[in-house]
Structure formats: C-alpha cells, structure tokens
C-alpha cells in the first residue's frame, strides 16, 4: 500500500468510527448531555537501516490487530539512526556525524516540523545524540553520547531554534581520570524519569571500547536540574550510582521492582560484566535480577512486563541473537527460547501500547518486525519493512473528529 492509500484508509476508518460514535448515541435519554467522542489511535514508529549501513529512513504503522502494513519510508539519509515517539509527534535522532534531531507530526509524515542542530555552536566532534527523554510535552532532557553535557530540550517548540533552552547537565565528573577513558566523555547511553527524577546511565569506556570502567548512574531532579546526592558508594567522590554490571545500555522503570538497567558486558565473548541490574530509584540500592555468573552469553535487550514477566534478546554472536522469556522474580534459571527464536538477527524489542512484543527482524531474506502476544508467546502478526528494522519507538494521535 503506498503512503496517499495508507492515510486515505486512515482517515476514513476515523470518520466511519466517529459516525458508528454518532448513531449510537441517538435514540437516548434527551436529557443526557452530548460529548464530542475522542478518538485514539496508536502508532509504530520504526527506524530503518540498509544492510550495507548506507542509508536509513522511518517507516509508519497504524496499529490494528492484524494485517498492519508500514508504509514509508520517510526521510532516508544515515543509517546510524533511532526515533522517539511522544504524543503525536516523533523525533527522529541522526547520531553519529548526523548530530540532528527532526520533529515529525504523525499526522503529517511526509515533512519534518524543524530540523535542529545538537551541537551549540563552535562545538567541535560529533555529539552523537542518544535518546530524548521526556518529562512531559514542553521538556525533555537530549542525551549526546559524544559531550558530556545533556541538554534541557523543549519538544513542544514550533521552532528548530527554540528547541534547546541553553541549559545544560554537566556529567564531566565521571571521566575517569585515574584509569583509560575513551575520548575523554562518559558515553551517557541511556535515560528514564521517574518520580520527578532523571536517571542517566554512564558507560565509562576506555580507549579500546572495553567496559573496565564501572558503569554509573547519574541522578537529577527534573524540577532544578541539579544533580541529587546518592551517597551510593562510601568510596568513590561521585554522586552517581556504581552498577554491578558495566556497559549499561538501556533503562527502564517497572513498577513493583525499580529501574531495570541492561549491562551489555564486553562487546565480545566472554561477555564480561554483562548483566540486568536493578536499581531502587527512593534508596538507590543496586542488585542483580540476571548477574553476570548466570550467563555466558550477553544480555543485548529487555522488555518486563511485570515483576513475573519478561523478555530478553540474549546475544551468542553476530546475527545469533535469540528471544528468551524469564520470570525476574527467578532470574537467568527461568530463561527460555521462544517459539524456537534463536540465532537470528534482533535489533530492537519494546512494548506496544496494546502490551504486545514488537520485535525487529533483521532477516535480510525478510524483514520486519514480529508482533508476540506474550499471553501465549504467538506470533499475531508480521509487520513487513523495507529496510531493516534497528529502533522502534509508539506515538499517539487523539483526534474529536
């Protein structure tokens, strides 16, 4: 389905719903007042790369039970690419050498809101943005892998220039200064808010890309934008959290067990201090939910849905990645493969608004992304993409038609 066939469909799937709205309502008590019905639709945003890395580009996906389609692709450039979605909107994050952040409407795909810069001006070397981490619609908090300082961005801005607030988070102090440090940055991988906090993962890297650094985690209070006090280690001069594991790559807050941190470990075998660690965001107390003596492979991603249930891709090696379901309450003895998803390539997997797995398949036979319902672990559908799939991301858009 082309892109002028997807948002005709989209838009008179909308009306006939407003009208079956409509008709409903007639007939009824004459007294009761009338309320414009509001209308939600979810979306998938995902992030596409050639697999030569010589481009990439944004394909969308109305959300449906079945049969979903993603028409695209939007604004082919880098491959080097991620999205973030929030509301109606998307942000498309150029990285490394791209240092670009596009607004999208959803409802309008086809052309950027504003195109921003990442790097302030006579800024030298790529930022590398990472992630945009929001606070709510008018603030958000750029994570730049390559500086030391994340930005206090407003999302909501109409215009490219008014997009970052010229303040800043200084992260400086977590170079390591008396070991090897690469380039002299923190490598900020990873951020979530919570509870009006901001928490920042820090990889800490040497010159060879190896994890010898302890991983750290840095935390904000959203409302000052200063930097909170652990007081995690008696033994360091860092007001941060030190991990177990190392090499954190990604955040996420569950409720009823904290924020659940993934340590990828050494990028090779034997994986060295990969990990899912756990941090309490009242405490800031670190334990493991899978330590790195549970697994021999590297724990690449996760998705947990309750303090019983989760996901990982578990990585042997290159293109050998496999989904593995676990109860976090159990640990690394509870993992197993689903649906026999094992030595294939996964990019990315995150929960839909519906609580269902999306997850990127990288196949380059075909590829696409992989809708599980984690009820039964089935495969509900099988969402075709042009490119392959690397990042996924959801937005919504509310409409009273």
Same mark, same amino acid.
């Not at 010229?166 to 509870?195: C, E, F, H, I, R």
């Not at 993962?201 to 190896?210: A, E, P, W």
């Not at 007081?231 to 409720?255: C, E, F, Y």
């Given at each position: 389905m082309n892109q002028p066939e997807f948002f005709s469909l989209r838009t008179n799937t909308l009306a006939a719903l407003a009208l079956t709205i409509g008709l409903t #309502?007639?007939?009824? &008590?004459?007294?009761?007042?009338?309320?414009?019905?509001?209308?939600?639709?979810?979306f998938g945003i995902i992030a596409t790369a050639a697999d030569d890395y010589t481009s990439g580009e944004v394909e969308l996906v109305a959300i449906e039970e079945t049969g979903m /389609?993603?028409?695209?692709?939007?604004? +082919?450039?880098? +491959?080097?690419?991620?999205?973030?979605?929030?509301?109606?909107?998307?942000?498309?994050?150029?990285?490394?050498?791209?240092?670009?952040v596009l607004k999208v409407d959803i409802e309008n795909p086809g052309k950027e809101v504003w195109e921003a810069s990442t790097l302030e001006s006579g800024e030298q070397g790529s930022a590398n943005p990472y992630q945009l981490v929001f606070v709510n619609e008018s603030k958000a908090?750029?994570?730049r892998y390559g500086k030391n300082e994340a930005w206090v961005v407003n999302p909501s801005a109409n215009r490219a220039e008014d997009f970052f607030t010229g303040k800043t988070l200084?992260?400086?102090?977590?170079? $390591?200064? %008396?070991? &090897?440090? /690469?380039? &002299?940055?923190?490598?900020?991988?990873?951020?979530?808010?919570v509870n009006g906090k901001l928490f920042i993962t820090m990889q800490r890297l040497d010159s060879n890309y190896s994890p010898t650094n302890d991983g750290y985690v840095a935390v904000f209070d959203t409302t000052t934008d200063t930097e909170i006090e652990t007081n995690a280690s008696a033994t360091d001069t860092m007001k941060g959290i030190p991990l177990i594991g190392r090499n954190p790559s990604n955040i996420q807050h569950v409720d009823?067990?904290?924020?659940?941190?993934?340590?990828?470990? +050494?990028?090779?075998?034997?994986?060295?201090?990969?990990?899912?660690?756990?941090? %309490?965001?009242?405490?800031?107390?670190v334990s493991s939910m899978i330590p790195d003596?549970?697994?021999?492979t590297q724990i690449n991603d996760v998705v947990i849905i309750s303090?019983?249930? #989760?996901?990982?891709?578990?990585?042997?090696?290159? /293109?050998s990645i496999s989904l593995q379901s676990f109860n976090p309450s159990e640990g690394a003895t509870s993992l197993a493969t689903?649906?026999?998803?094992?030595?294939?390539?996964?990019? &990315?997997?995150?929960?839909?608004?519906?609580?269902?797995?999306?997850?990127? %398949?990288?196949?380059? +036979?075909? $590829?696409?992304?992989?809708?599980?319902?984690?009820? %039964?672990?089935? /495969?509900?559908?099988f969402i075709e993409t042009s490119l392959l799939p690397i990042a996924i991301s959801f937005g919504t858009v509310v409409a009273n038609p």
């Amino acid at each position: 389905m082309n892109q002028p066939e997807f948002f005709s469909l989209r838009t008179n799937t909308l009306a006939a719903l407003a009208l079956t709205i409509g008709l409903t #309502g007639c007939g009824g &008590d004459s007294s009761s007042s009338t309320q414009d019905p509001v209308i939600t639709e979810n979306f998938g945003i995902i992030a596409t790369a050639a697999d030569d890395y010589t481009s990439g580009e944004v394909e969308l996906v109305a959300i449906e039970e079945t049969g979903m /389609q993603a028409p695209g692709g939007y604004f +082919s450039g880098i +491959s080097d690419i991620t999205v973030n979605g929030y509301g109606q909107h998307y942000y498309l994050i150029r990285k490394f050498n791209g240092d670009q952040v596009l607004k999208v409407d959803i409802e309008n795909p086809g052309k950027e809101v504003w195109e921003a810069s990442t790097l302030e001006s006579g800024e030298q070397g790529s930022a590398n943005p990472y992630q945009l981490v929001f606070v709510n619609e008018s603030k958000a908090y750029l994570l730049r892998y390559g500086k030391n300082e994340a930005w206090v961005v407003n999302p909501s801005a109409n215009r490219a220039e008014d997009f970052f607030t010229g303040k800043t988070l200084d992260l400086s102090d977590y170079v $390591p200064t %008396d070991t &090897d440090s /690469q380039g &002299d940055v923190v490598q900020m991988s990873a951020g979530a808010v919570v509870n009006g906090k901001l928490f920042i993962t820090m990889q800490r890297l040497d010159s060879n890309y190896s994890p010898t650094n302890d991983g750290y985690v840095a935390v904000f209070d959203t409302t000052t934008d200063t930097e909170i006090e652990t007081n995690a280690s008696a033994t360091d001069t860092m007001k941060g959290i030190p991990l177990i594991g190392r090499n954190p790559s990604n955040i996420q807050h569950v409720d009823g067990i904290g924020l659940v941190i993934t340590n990828l470990g +050494s990028f090779s075998a034997p994986f060295e201090g990969t990990s899912l660690d756990v941090v %309490d965001p009242e405490t800031y107390q670190v334990s493991s939910m899978i330590p790195d003596a549970d697994i021999d492979t590297q724990i690449n991603d996760v998705v947990i849905i309750s303090p019983t249930e #989760g996901y990982i891709l578990n990585y042997a090696g290159w /293109q050998s990645i496999s989904l593995q379901s676990f109860n976090p309450s159990e640990g690394a003895t509870s993992l197993a493969t689903v649906n026999n998803l094992t030595g294939m390539d996964f990019r &990315d997997i995150e929960l839909s608004p519906e609580g269902r797995l999306w997850l990127a %398949d990288a196949t380059l +036979s075909n $590829p696409g992304v992989r809708v599980i319902d984690p009820s %039964d672990n089935s /495969q509900a559908d099988f969402i075709e993409t042009s490119l392959l799939p690397i990042a996924i991301s959801f937005g919504t858009v509310v409409a009273n038609p």
